[in-house]
């Protein structure tokens, strides 16, 4: 059934329909009477609207795309959560899809998102889509990066202080007396990867030690890295202590001490970016650096509402770097047994 249909069945105008089912009765000062008795009929009818004709009519069709590395991630699987319902409540749906950091699979995404209409993006980037994105932004798509961001595109993004968490980690290991301190990351160009390293390096360089660096191609198969990471530790028998840049990387060393039969905090000082149960739970407990999920993933869907809801003629505002700061989950694998 069509507003059409309801407006003949019920002998006033479309246009009155229109107003009524857009909320606008009261604006448009249709009497209280008229109003219920449209919904009454609409609602003994069963009418819906046609998702397909709204979304030609306003331009719009209430779907937002969500581009995630991996959302089997609890990191990111926790965001999604809270942006689905943040958007819900403002009337939008959600697309998810998991990239893996494979640049072929987001384009086929990005193109997907274009060929859906979605209203806007939030997208956790790989390296190499720089033009793809910049296509849907010049189209007047807006997009939200979050967790990390691409240099060359100017957009709103969303990150933690990835430098000076790191660097903090590193500088406490120092002060309770480690020397000889590791860090095993994955090798990425990724914005938030290369301010972790950085964070590292800073730290020790600035105290005249040696960096003990390894970076793990990632590999679905934590086998690999687990082998990887083995490799390191048995080159490197002097550390007494290890510094992991994410939750796979810490997850899959934790596998590898045991392995290797090196006791935590007896044997080796740990501290791990990104926090899980696993790390609370674990014997001795792991100290990690927490990443407010909470918070990212409200400015996330903010900043998109916020650029959806901007009227066309108004001037674009300047985009918004944020930047939130973590906190330090201590816990045993940092203190001297």
């Known amino acids: 059934m069509s507003i059409g249909d309801i407006a003949n069945q019920l002998n006033i105008s479309k246009t009155t329909v229109s107003f009524i089912l857009n909320n606008r009765a009261q604006e448009m000062r249709i009497s209280e009477q008229l109003v219920k008795r449209v919904e009454q009929f609409i609602k003994e009818v069963d009418y819906k609207p046609n998702p397909i004709a709204q979304s030609l009519r306003t331009g719009k069709t209430k779907i937002i795309g969500l581009m995630v590395e991996n959302i089997a991630d609890p990191f990111f699987s926790a965001i999604a959560r809270h942006i689905e319902n943040k958007a819900y409540k403002s009337g939008y749906k959600i697309i998810y899809c998991s990239t893996d950091n494979d640049r072929d699979k987001t384009i086929e995404f990005l193109d997907m998102f274009k060929d859906r209409n979605v209203d806007g993006c939030i997208i956790a980037p790989p390296a190499g889509v720089e033009s793809e994105i910049q296509s849907l932004i010049n189209a007047g798509m807006p997009v939200v990066f979050f967790d990390r961001h691409l240099p060359e595109i100017e957009t709103d993004f969303v990150e933690v202080n990835n430098y000076e968490s790191i660097q903090k980690a590193t500088n406490m290991l120092i002060k309770n007396g480690y020397q000889q301190i590791g860090f095993i990351t994955f090798a990425s160009s990724q914005s938030q990867m290369m301010g972790r390293l950085e964070g590292y390096l800073t730290a020790v360089k600035a105290t005249g030690r040696q960096p003990y660096l390894l970076e793990i191609q ?19 028998p002097q550390l007494d202590a290890v510094i992991f840049s994410a939750i796979q990387a ?45 918070q990212i993933a409200e400015s996330a869907i903010d900043l998109l509402l916020k650029r959806l809801n901007q009227h066309k003629k108004t001037k674009t505002t300047a985009h918004k770097k944020m930047i939130v700061k973590t906190t330090m989950q201590l816990r045993n694998s940092s203190i001297r047994h």
């Open 218 to 236: 990632f590999n679905p198969d934590e086998k690999v890295m687990i082998q990887a990471i083995k490799g390191f530790l048995k080159s490197h």
């Open 250 to 294: 810490g997850t899959n060393g934790l596998k590898a001490f045991q392995q290797l039969g090196l006791r935590v905090q007896t044997d080796i000082a740990v501290i791990a970016f990104d926090d899980c149960d696993l790390f609370e739970l674990y014997a001795p407990s792991i100290t990690a650096i927490s990443q407010p999920i909470e």
